[in-house]
Antibody, heavy 120, light 106 residues
Framework: QVQLVQSGAEVRKPGTSVKVSCKASGYTFTAHYIHWVRQAPGQGLEWMGWMNPDTGGTTYAQNFQGRVIMTRDTTINTAFMEFTSLRSDDTAVYYC?????????????WGQGTLVTVSS | DIQMTQSPSSLSASVGDTVTITCRASQRIDFYLNWYQQRPGKAPSLLIYAASSLQSGVPSRFSGSGSGTDFTLTISSLHPEDFATYFCQQTYSTPPTFGHGTKLEI
């Protein structure tokens, strides 16, 4: 079945970086977009950006421009989201999700989420 | 950015009840509106896409309606597993934005 499996929880100090992976299975990895969404504790959902695994093209949310880098490795069907200059308010669960196109679509499925804790 | 206003923010109901959650967009989004369910400690999962299309595997007691700016999610005959948080999302334009969620409690 179509599945996205993310890497495990991470703890980082402020000012450092984290790289979260999202491994796809059950479909052609390069035929669908991967989006990243985060959810701070007890809060709502915030979209971070998308990547086209076929071309490597990306679009990032304005709030994260300059701090987020989305990449992929097509040989292992895996997308990556690197987040730099971490702050304590970046503590959140980070999700990847799949769509057929960058707009006008729906997010399905979602990865199980990766908790990133930023603390000194 | 398009703002999505969901109401109510929380809702108390009983097993067997029918409930309705509404979502209003700050501008017209045609039918580019999706609904997700999120259980505690889990990822969101797709319930309804394109305003009214039921995702495969989702029980028929879930239904969606609306177009333009006003949308509703209706859950008929609540089951115990339906007590969760529900989010609407617009994908009419980038960035896709979510409502703040409705927590459905027993």
């Amino acid at each position: 079945q179509v599945q996205l499996v993310q890497s495990g929880a991470e703890v980082r100090k402020p000012g450092t970086s984290v790289k979260v992976s999202c491994k796809a299975s059950g479909y052609t990895f390069t035929a669908h977009y991967i989006h990243w969404v985060r959810q701070a504790p007890g809060q709502g959902l915030e979209w971070m950006g998308w990547m086209n695994p076929d071309t490597g093209g990306t679009t990032y949310a304005q709030n994260f421009q300059g701090r987020v880098i989305m990449t992929r490795d097509t040989t292992i069907n895996t997308a990556f989201m690197e987040f730099t200059s971490l702050r304590s308010d970046d503590t959140a669960v980070y999700y990847c999700a799949r769509t057929d196109s960058p707009e006008g679509d729906w997010f399905d499925p979602w990865g199980q989420g990766t908790l990133v804790t930023v603390s000194s | 950015d398009i703002q999505m206003t969901q109401s109510p923010s929380s809702l108390s109901a009983s097993v067997g009840d029918t409930v309705t959650i509404t979502c209003r967009a700050s501008q017209r989004i045609d039918f580019y509106l999706n609904w997700y369910q999120q259980r505690p400690g889990k990822a969101p999962s797709l319930l309804i896409y394109a305003a009214s299309s039921l995702q495969s595997g989702v029980p028929s007691r879930f239904s969606g309606s609306g177009s333009g700016t006003d949308f509703t999610l209706t859950i008929s005959s609540l089951h115990p597993e339906d007590f969760a948080t529900y989010f609407c999302q617009q994908t009419y334009s980038t960035p896709p934005t979510f409502g703040h969620g409705t927590k459905l409690e027993i």
